[in-house]
């Protein structure tokens, strides 16, 4: 049963050569949420959309970008991954902007 | 500058042995604190949402509590099972846009 799925659980790309992390939700959720998060370090909010309605941070590298092609999924792509891109991304949903985000179980992703 | 700063960033305790976390922050227009735990691996799992000081939630073992400048997190008797990384993360802004959340605390609870 679970509600915000993550694939893959781990990926490996090589220096540069663009990769897509994929996050799905069965909640019906408005918001969905990327976040970067580094060993023993905060998850980093990198962007959201509510509904379609897209908001970067503002320090957000141009080398991420994403994609919400329905309710349902959303996607992060890094265009050209750099060794320091080497993290767990997590996906989380909301309800609405003020309600709690649940997460995903993450993707980790290395770079050789 | 907004910050939210969790402390300690490691924590031993014998089961059963009570203690506190503490999240305190600097943001302009908070929306609501969030508590969540997170294991090895996994994604964060919450736990409580405050949006007022002075109110408490509780749930299990768990009773977190805010006020104007920090939240804590308060574990009474905990068990083995209890150890996890807990995460606090402020909402806040006109637009609830502004999320941040804190390093964590690593609590580690010994049988």
């Known amino acids: 049963d679970a509600m915000v799925i993550q694939n893959p659980r781990y990926q490996v790309t090589q220096f540069g050569k663009p990769v897509t992390l994929s996050c799905s939700q069965t909640?019906?959720?408005?918001?969905m949420y990327w976040y970067q998060q580094k060993s023993s370090q905060a998850p980093k909010l990198l962007f959201h959309y509510y509904d379609k309605d897209f908001n970067n941070e503002a320090d957000t590298p141009d080398n991420f970008q994403s994609r919400r092609p329905n309710t349902s999924f959303c996607f992060l792509d890094i265009r050209s991954p750099g060794l320091g891109d080497a993290a767990m991304y997590l996906c989380a949903t909301s309800r609405d902007s003020n309600q709690p985000q649940h997460f995903g179980d993450g993707t980790r992703l290395s770079i050789l | 500058e907004d910050q939210v700063t969790q402390s300690p960033e490691a924590l031993r305790l014998q089961e059963g042995e009570s203690s506190s976390l503490n999240c305190s922050y600097t943001v302009s227009g908070l929306r609501g604190l969030f508590w969540y735990r997170q294991d090895p691996g996994k994604g964060p799992e919450f736990l409580f949402t405050l949006y007022s000081a002075g109110e408490e939630k509780e749930k299990e073992r768990l009773k977190a509590t805010l006020t104007k400048k920090e939240s804590f997190l308060h574990i009474t008797a905990p068990k083995p099972e209890d150890s996890a990384t807990y995460l606090c993360?402020?909402?806040?802004?006109?637009?609830?846009?502004?999320?941040?959340f804190g390093s964590g605390t690593k609590l580690n609870v010994k049988p």
């Open positions: 993360a402020v909402q806040a802004g006109d637009n609830f846009n502004k999320f941040y």
């Open positions: 909640l019906n959720h408005n918001v």
